[in-house]
């Protein structure tokens, strides 16, 4: 079964960086779409990134909000992505899942593969 | 873009006909998909190209719409339904959700 599995988040200071990991089993991230998608507690679903199959060039994109703060990469050999994260304030605080779909489905607009989601809590 | 759902909430019972509204900022033609998300849970994709369900998503969902003016329908309310709903454009970059319907009891 594919599985998707966070990591790296926890609690960090206004103004800190954090490096979120996902990784991936039984699905290839060099070949498919990944991205991550997050939710600040209560609140509803913020789309942030996503980077294309290597086929197609790798090409990223990001939400206006995260835009310029956070970078999305991949690590072939280790079948997982990362989101980098710079410049953090309280209202990134947030549930923050990974998320990958094939051609077709993201096509479609849709992640169909999600984890279970890790805690960023941006906090003095 | 930007998306919007209404109601926020509504309270519905079992076997009731629900429907969910969502409006984009801008024409987003048939680039419109619904997500439904369980508590602790990820978002499980429902809808896709306004009306298209997923594989293995039962035939009382259906979705209906165009350009900027989008609904979900839920024909007959089955218990395992109580969630929310969000709708997402994907008609270029950023993608956008709309801001969620919680369909309670």
């Known amino acids: 079964d594919v599985q998707l599995v966070e990591s790296g988040g926890g609690l960090i200071q206004p103004g800190g960086s954090l490096r979120l990991s996902c990784a991936v089993s039984?699905?290839?991230?060099?070949?498919?779409?990944m991205g991550w998608v997050r939710q600040a507690p209560g609140r509803g679903l913020e789309w942030l990134s996503v980077v294309y199959p290597s086929d197609t060039g790798g090409r990223t994109y990001y939400g206006d909000f995260v835009r310029g703060r956070f970078t999305i990469s991949r690590d072939s050999s280790k079948n997982a992505i990362f989101l980098h994260m710079d410049s953090l304030r309280a209202d990134d605080t947030a549930v923050y899942f990974c998320?990958?779909?094939?051609?077709?489905?993201?096509?479609?607009?849709?992640?169909?593969?999600w984890g279970q989601g890790t805690l960023v809590t941006v906090s003095s | 873009i930007q998306m919007t759902q209404s109601p926020s909430s509504l309270s519905a019972s079992v076997g009731d006909r629900v429907t969910i509204t969502c409006r984009a900022s801008q024409d987003i033609t048939h680039f419109l998909a619904w997500f439904q998300q369980k508590p602790g849970r990820a978002p499980k994709p429902l809808i896709y190209a306004i009306s298209s369900r997923q594989s293995g998503v039962p035939s009382r969902f259906s979705g209906s719409g165009f350009g900027t003016q989008f609904t979900l329908t839920i024909s007959s309310l089955q218990p395992e339904d109580f969630a929310t709903y969000y709708c997402?454009?994907?008609?270029?970059?950023?993608?956008?959700f709309g801001q969620g319907t919680k369909v309670e009891i």
């Open positions: 039984e699905f290839n991230v060099n070949e498919n779409f």
């Open positions: 997402q454009h994907y008609d270029g970059y950023p993608r956008t």
């Open positions: 998320a990958g779909a094939i051609r077709p489905t993201y096509e479609r607009g849709l992640f169909d593969q």
